[in-house]
């Protein structure tokens, strides 16, 4: 039986070829939700959903009045019917729509998104050992657990719409100064620390970036 759970007021299936969700993630929901309130027209884009919760609890939350459409896109072919599922279950089957495959390819080059979530595996290649009960898929994030973060910002710079946000979740804050943005054309709006790991957020307008540091 596939278990379930209460993640923020959505229930969430998963199972062992998905990352178990971690209740603090939905930090990264509720960030989406703020930005949404001011982002430009336009659909949410969801990167490495897993079993989608971070996007559908973000869209749970979000009146229907001003709610946006949801693509939610991952490389596991598990992840995405996991997801689907997941969105039925809570009502939102007509706003998500679910892509398979790698996230440089699943897009058109004319998408744009106002607001996009990513949150790719960080953990470095070598520590995966550590975490037995975790798919290698959802955990490993190559030599220095960047690998597909800077595949998330090439998504972010050439899918970001003008004005809009993208909340990227890493581990820590020295990955998140590691990956250098504005080599990617991006600029950091805010870091925010959470119970584990830290939320960047990331503008493709350099004059938006404020007085955000990584530090």
Not at 23 to 52: F, H, I, K, N, Y
Not at 83 to 99: M, Q
Not at 175 to 181: G, H, I, K, P, S
Request: aromatic content about 4%.
């Amino acid at each position: 039986m596939t278990p379930t759970m209460d993640f923020s007021g959505i229930a969430v299936s998963y199972d062992e070829r998905v990352l178990q969700p971690r209740a603090w993630t939905a930090d990264q929901s509720r960030w989406a939700v703020e930005a949404m309130a001011t982002a430009p027209p336009g659909p949410v884009l969801e990167l490495c959903c897993g079993a989608g919760h971070i996007g559908l609890l973000a869209t749970a939350l979000t009146p229907v009045r001003v709610r946006r459409p949801l693509v939610a896109v991952d490389l596991n072919p598990a992840a995405l019917v996991l997801t689907a599922r997941n969105a039925e279950a809570n009502g939102l089957a007509g706003w998500v729509e679910v892509r398979e495959g790698d996230l440089t390819d699943v897009l058109a080059r004319e998408e744009l998104f106002a607001v996009i979530i990513a949150d790719p595996p960080w953990v470095p290649e070598a520590q995966t050992a550590h975490y037995p009960e975790d798919p290698l898929l959802a955990i490993d994030g190559g030599p220095d657990g960047l690998t597909v973060a800077r595949q998330c910002l090439a998504v972010v710079r050439e899918h970001l719409a003008p004005g809009g946000l993208a909340v990227l979740q890493l581990g820590t804050a020295e990955q998140a100064r590691d990956l250098e943005v504005g080599s990617h054309g991006l600029a950091v709006a805010e870091v925010r620390h959470g119970e584990r790991g830290v939320l960047v957020g990331l503008r493709r307008d350099r004059s938006a970036a404020g007085s955000g540091s990584l530090s």
